[in-house]
């Protein structure tokens, strides 16, 4: 196991828990329980958590890992679905992104489709996502709109009124969301209300709507809704999904794509 993956491993222990003791995560990750002291005081050096006498807690009250700490959590689930995401994706269309992780595999998946290689422009893309934008502006061929507002630190997200007025004044012809949890009777959602407020209004600028999303977050709800069941058009998500929930969605009208 990696650096990387141990941190990853220690702050999904903690997220859970809620707090960790150092010979317990070693047993757990299967290494010696000086690694793991080195391993909370780098994390604790990077303000991810607080380092206690025997261990580590949460960092505050609301907690939520940093976009780069989540990047290779089920990651190959997530190629497969931005594949199959992209491949929806007609040239020419304006398409609309959200944060998070699986959203920047579709962009990553959208820039090496042959087809999008050249055009005036072969795609627009219209994302609040700082980390999607800067990967996609490199690429002379797609115009990017990005919306302004205020950058929150784990998701690289731009919300508030300002992302809300240039959405408002907008038109997609697709667009595609991360969410944290999609549930056929609750709808689409995400732990904060102010990333929810931004994708909403992307759904209601869209004419089609598709939610990328592992299985894991199916059938789960979260905090704040960005749209009803009703509103999506297509859910990709991997074959883990329960053939139970996806028959829930598709009763609501959803078409469900598992890669």
Same mark, same amino acid.
Request: contains cysteine; charged residues 25%; hydrophobic residues 45%.
């Given at each position: 196991?990696?650096?990387?993956?141990?941190?990853?491993?220690?702050?999904?222990?903690?997220?859970?828990?809620?707090?960790?003791?150092?010979?317990?995560?070693?047993?757990?990750?299967?290494?010696?329980?000086?690694?793991?002291?080195?391993?909370?005081?780098?994390?604790?050096?990077?303000?991810?958590?607080?380092?206690?006498?025997?261990?580590?807690?949460?960092?505050?009250?609301?907690?939520?890992?940093?976009?780069?700490?989540?990047?290779?959590?089920?990651?190959?689930?997530?190629?497969?679905?931005?594949?199959?995401?992209?491949?929806?994706?007609?040239?020419?269309?304006?398409?609309?992104?959200?944060?998070?992780?699986?959203?920047?595999?579709?962009?990553?998946?959208? !820039? @090496? %489709?042959?087809?999008? #290689?050249?055009? =005036?422009?072969? $795609?627009? +893309?219209?994302?609040? &996502?700082?980390?999607? /934008?800067?990967?996609?502006?490199?690429?002379?061929?797609?115009?990017?709109?990005?919306?302004?507002?205020?950058?929150?630190?784990?998701?690289?997200?731009?919300?508030?009124?300002?992302?809300?007025?240039?959405?408002?004044?907008?038109?997609?012809?697709?667009?595609?969301?991360?969410?944290?949890?999609?549930?056929?009777?609750?709808?689409?959602?995400?732990?904060?209300?102010?990333?929810?407020?931004?994708?909403?209004?992307?759904?209601?600028? !869209? @004419? %089609?709507?598709?939610? #990328?999303?592992? =299985?894991?977050? $199916?059938? +789960?709800?979260?905090? &704040?809704?960005?749209? /009803?069941?009703?509103?999506?058009?297509?859910?990709?998500?991997?074959?883990?999904?329960?053939?139970?929930?996806?028959?829930?969605?598709?009763?609501?009208?959803?078409?469900?794509?598992?890669?």
């Amino acid at each position: 196991m990696t650096r990387k993956e141990r941190w990853q491993t220690l702050l999904d222990l903690l997220v859970e828990r809620g707090e960790l003791e150092v010979e317990p995560a070693a047993e757990a990750i299967g290494v010696s329980a000086a690694t793991i002291r080195r391993d909370l005081d780098q994390l604790a050096e990077q303000q991810l958590l607080v380092r206690t006498r025997g261990g580590a807690v949460l960092h505050g009250v609301s907690y939520e890992l940093p976009l780069r700490y989540r990047t290779s959590r089920r990651a190959a689930e997530k190629r497969r679905i931005s594949e199959a995401v992209a491949a929806l994706v007609a040239p020419g269309e304006v398409i609309g992104l959200t944060g998070g992780t699986t959203t920047t595999e579709v962009a990553r998946a959208l !820039a @090496g %489709r042959p087809d999008l #290689a050249q055009g =005036s422009p072969a $795609l627009t +893309v219209v994302t609040n &996502a700082l980390n999607i /934008a800067g990967e996609l502006v490199i690429r002379p061929q797609f115009k990017i709109v990005l919306t302004g507002g205020v950058a929150r630190p784990q998701s690289y997200e731009l919300t508030g009124p300002l992302a809300e007025q240039v959405l408002g004044q907008l038109a997609v012809d697709t667009a595609v969301l991360g969410v944290d949890g999609f549930d056929p009777a609750d709808g689409a959602a995400t732990r904060h209300e102010d990333e929810a407020s931004v994708n909403r209004l992307l759904c209601e600028r !869209a @004419g %089609r709507v598709v939610v #990328a999303a592992d =299985s894991s977050k $199916l059938g +789960v709800r979260a905090f &704040a809704r960005i749209c /009803a069941t009703s509103s999506v058009d297509v859910l990709v998500t991997d074959t883990g999904l329960a053939a139970g929930v996806a028959r829930e969605f598709e009763a609501a009208g959803v078409q469900v794509v598992r890669v």
